[in-house]
């Protein structure tokens, strides 16, 4: 099964602090893995995308690293500020799987 | 703008009516999908299309018709809603597969039944 988790499931943080949210996965055989951000009551906005050929992407303060061997992916926010504050979603695009698997999300609070 | 639009932003409606939610994308993508969103923000696909070929049928109930009258547009009806149906639905798109463009979300319609 095409399992994605993401640890911790919600967290807070004092402003200037880095964010280091985890996303796992089960199944290596991937084509590509997306970050989204979702704010409350709102879509989800594309952040990072990292091909299955490529070991990190950068934007900006947002840094996301893949390692298919371990099934792992980070996504780094430097100096959080408290427009960060959001839910995070880690999406994988599987081979011969036309659709998303989704994580639940972290769900992160930057206190100012 | 490009970008995946939907329409309604927000439905409430009462048990037992029907109701249709519109997709539509400008950005030339091959692909166009439906997820849903529950309760405990947990997305799970329900239909894609590909140039209106349905490819993606997930365990959805038969109330829940797709439509695709051409590749930019992907509608939802759903019949005789239910409490459960209340969520908010999520259209996106992408170039399809083999895409290493990611996908786009639209921002979502929140169903609320009553």
């Known amino acids: 099964k095409q399992e994605v988790t993401q640890i911790p499931a919600a967290l807070s943080v004092p402003e200037g602090e880095n964010l280091v949210l985890n996303c796992s996965f089960t199944d290596s055989a991937i084509y590509n893995l997306q970050w989204f951000r979702q704010d409350p009551g709102k879509g989800l906005t594309s952040l990072l995308l990292?091909?299955?050929?490529?070991r990190e992407q950068t934007s900006g303060r947002l840094n996301a690293s893949l390692d298919k061997s371990s099934g792992r992916s980070t996504l780094y926010i430097a100096a959080s500020q408290p427009g960060d504050s959001a839910t995070y979603l880690c999406?994988?695009?599987?081979?011969?799987?036309?659709?998303?698997?989704f994580g639940k999300g972290n769900q992160v609070v930057v206190i100012p | 703008d490009t970008a995946v639009s939907q329409t309604p932003k927000y439905l409430v409606t009462q048990m037992g009516n029907d109701k249709s939610i519109k997709c539509e994308q400008n950005?030339?993508?091959?692909?166009m999908y439906w997820y849903k969103q529950d309760s405990k923000k947990f997305l799970k696909i329900m239909f894609s299309?590909?140039?209106?070929?349905?490819?993606i049928n997930e365990t959805v109930p038969n109330r829940f018709s797709p439509k695709s009258p051409d590749k930019a547009h992907l509608n939802l009806h759903i019949n005789s809603l239910e409490l459960g149906d209340s969520a908010v639905y999520f259209c996106?798109?992408?170039?399809?597969?083999?895409?290493?463009?990611?996908?786009?979300f639209g921002s979502g319609t929140r169903l609320t039944v009553v």
């Open positions: 299309y590909n140039n209106k070929e349905l490819i």
């Open positions: 999406a994988i695009h599987y081979y011969g799987n036309n659709r998303l698997a």
């Open positions: 996106a798109s992408s170039p399809g597969q083999g895409n290493p463009y990611g996908y786009t």
């Open positions: 950005l030339g993508h091959d692909t």
């Open positions: 990292i091909q299955s050929s490529q």
